[in-house]
């Protein structure tokens, strides 16, 4: 019987670090009931004693979600651990993740700490992480660059502390693949008691090795990878599940199993990028938009001749459908419905009724109604609590004259009007808006990307507006895409904290 592979993933915690990824509890649901019909074994749900927002969704997460395991991260804390085990008193299946920096860059900048006196704490915090749970993970936070002498004592005084799982995590992705892998390997070897307990894998992507990293680990030994939809992360990212998932399934002179339904990976990918507003860049292995597209006339004539020349995998077996059919103005509300459900996407007959008449007048404008863009009607009412809100804009732009805007703001009830000239319709739009916002802020970022292809095409906006010494980041979607900057602008205001 082949190996199993257990799938944590952690979208919801190390992936929603990202700044701009944040998602409310509503939408932390819905990813993780995706992800419980993906096959995860564990969700790693949130830092409960970071914020409340963060403490109320590990709740709500473990009343929504059922078979998998639900998973909260603390600090070697006792009180992180208190309200850990709080957040998690309705999960069918528990687990607290603790742990502490054991690298000697960590005990001495960090803790300003001795080895010794980590070890202390890390037993410590074990051992009172067991008075709440049955399973605790202990991470050794930049075990990649940890000396192996060290991580072994600490890895088999954890185990003897009562820790089930003991993450390795390459914190920095600073780690070559045979050296992680060799480090997994030495665990095995010298820490007594190594079979108590499932070893982790955990890697960061910044020198783009998280994936080699982590297959490097499991080949030798770990049975836990951590892992986030798209590779999501802070900095770089973290390992992509659809990767190792994908490559577990490809080659079969690896014999070890997940339990990961790969025909769900596809609509998992699309819904995680749209309600985090987190573009997948096209070329991305498995879910990119380019990464089944042949486009030199070599490939071409040889997958047509057969897909085998060109095609490791099958893109039905990751959940991309070729023939799913394609919404028009035509298609009915079951037509709308049906799609939303292949993307994971469940809602009620009043919010499916106002998709549906987002639907239409999108489908007025465009000719096919794409994923995305259903995506995008679906999560568009996250701006209905704004208390900003664009009434109407007009622009005038051309080649040899100066741009001109007008436009409308209705703040909390109250109607504003203003008009400005600038250097192209966005500019110009945005004076226009900051002569009714009159606020001192400097836009630092600003992407349009297309989501599929023709100029009927919606366009997404991504924003970072500086203000007060905090960035802000905003999402706009529309088919005019100088709309979809103004309304990318005032979702960062909307969100300004005074
Ligand atoms: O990268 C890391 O070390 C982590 C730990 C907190 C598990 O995310
Ligand atoms: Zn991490």
Known sequence: MSDRLFIFDTTLRDGEQVPGCQLNTVEKIQVAKQLEALGVD????????SSPGDFNSVIEISKAVTWPTICALTRAVQKDIDVAAEALKFAKHKRIHTGIGTS?????????????EIIERAVAAVKYARRYVDDVEFYAEDAGRT????????????????????????????????????????????????????ISTHCHNDLGMATANTISGVLNGARQVEVTINGIGERAGNTALEEVAMILRCHHSIDIDTNINTQKIYPTS????????????PNKAIVGRNAFAHSSGIHQDGVLKNVQTYEIIN?????????????TARSGRAALKHRLHILGVEMGQEKLDKVYEDFLKLADKKKDITDDDILVLAGADRN?????KLEYLQVTSGVGVRSVASLGLNISGEHFESAATGNGPVDAAIKAVKQIIKRQMTLKEFTIQAISKGSDDVGKVHMQVEYDGQMYYGFGANTDIIAASVEAYIDCINKFKK
């Open 384 to 388: 209905v609590n704004h208390h900003i």
């Open 270 to 281: 699309r819904m995680v990028s749209s309600l985090m507003n987190m573009p997948v860049q």
């Open 104 to 116: 000697d860059s960590h005990i001495k900048y960090k803790f300003n700490s001795t080895r010794e």
């Open 42 to 49: 564990v969700i790693e749900a949130g830092f409960p004693v």
């Open 147 to 198: 000396e192996n002498e060290y991580l072994a004592r600490v890895v088999e005084a954890v185990i003897k502390a009562g820790a089930t799982v003991v993450n390795i995590p390459d914190t920095t992705g600073y780690c070559l693949p045979a050296e992680y892998g060799e480090k997994i390997k030495y665990l095995i070897d010298h820490v007594d008691g190594i079979d108590k307990a499932i």
């Open 315 to 327: 893109p039905k077996d990751v959940g991309i459908d070729d023939n799913a059919i394609v919404l």
